[in-house]
């Protein structure tokens, strides 16, 4: 069965400061794999995907993210944060057969001005 | 526009009731969804259906039923047997193909009085 692990509840970042936030799966074949973020009280909204092909992908507002096979790990990075940026980010696995998603539990994203 | 509404945005449940989610979705996707998110617990899936008139059990559907008579619809009904049934409610649904990505709607909290 596949899994997903995002080591860190919260973190806190200063507005204009760099931003990583860290995704582990556990799945036996190529994944698919997404990132997506929530603001308060609302759905998720996709922020960007892997398939296959090039590791580093681009995603909206600035987001992107580097798949690593051997590290089994789908990390999200934004260069310089905004404060809108603050949110829950989830991390999604999903299977090859059928259209299921395994998430994270989410790491909640603070922006300090 | 094409989206997935859900309705109510809260709702409150008296002991003993059964109450229905609604989620309607004008994208014509075949696959919905259901989740259940606690806080700093991600998302669970309660219910999925692939196509019109079938549907399958998720990770945690005890205490909930589900629907799919109508390709645009895939109401949620909590039960009383659901004993903690407070929390926030997501559907999504994907398109027959792309993978696996799946758009959410805005959710709806769900309270007990």
């Known amino acids: 069965a596949q899994s997903v692990t995002q080591p860190d509840i919260h973190i806190t970042v200063s507005e204009g400061a760099s931003l990583e936030l860290r995704c582990n799966y556990s799945y036996g074949a190529t994944p698919y794999l997404f990132w997506y973020v929530q603001s308060p009280g609302q759905g998720l909204q996709l922020l960007l995907k892997?398939?296959?092909?090039?590791?580093l992908v681009q995603g909206i507002k600035g987001f992107e993210a580097e798949f690593k096979r051997s590290q089994s790990s789908f990390n999200l990075r934004k260069p310089s944060v905004h404060w809108s940026d603050a949110a829950e980010y989830f991390c999604a696995v999903g299977a090859n057969a059928g259209n299921m998603l395994t998430f994270g539990g989410g790491t909640r994203l603070m922006v300090k001005p | 526009d094409g989206g997935i509404t859900q309705s109510p945005k809260y709702l409150f449940r008296k002991e003993g009731q059964n109450v229905t989610l609604s989620c309607e979705q004008n994208?014509?996707?075949?696959?919905m969804y259901w989740y259940r998110q606690d806080p700093g617990q991600g998302l669970r899936l309660i219910y999925y259906?692939?196509?019109?008139?079938?549907?399958q059990k998720g990770d945690i559907a005890e205490g909930y039923s589900v629907s799919r008579e109508k390709k645009e619809s895939f109401p949620l009904t909590v039960t009383s047997a659901q004993k903690n049934p407070t929390a926030f409610y997501l559907c999504?649904?994907?398109?027959?193909?792309?993978?696996?990505?799946?758009?959410f709607g805005a959710g709806t909290r769900l309270s007990v009085l």
């Open positions: 994208l014509n996707h075949d696959a």
């Open positions: 259906s692939q196509i019109v008139n079938d549907f």
């Open positions: 999504a649904s994907s398109p027959p193909s792309l993978g696996n990505i799946q758009y």
């Open positions: 892997y398939f296959s092909g090039d590791t």
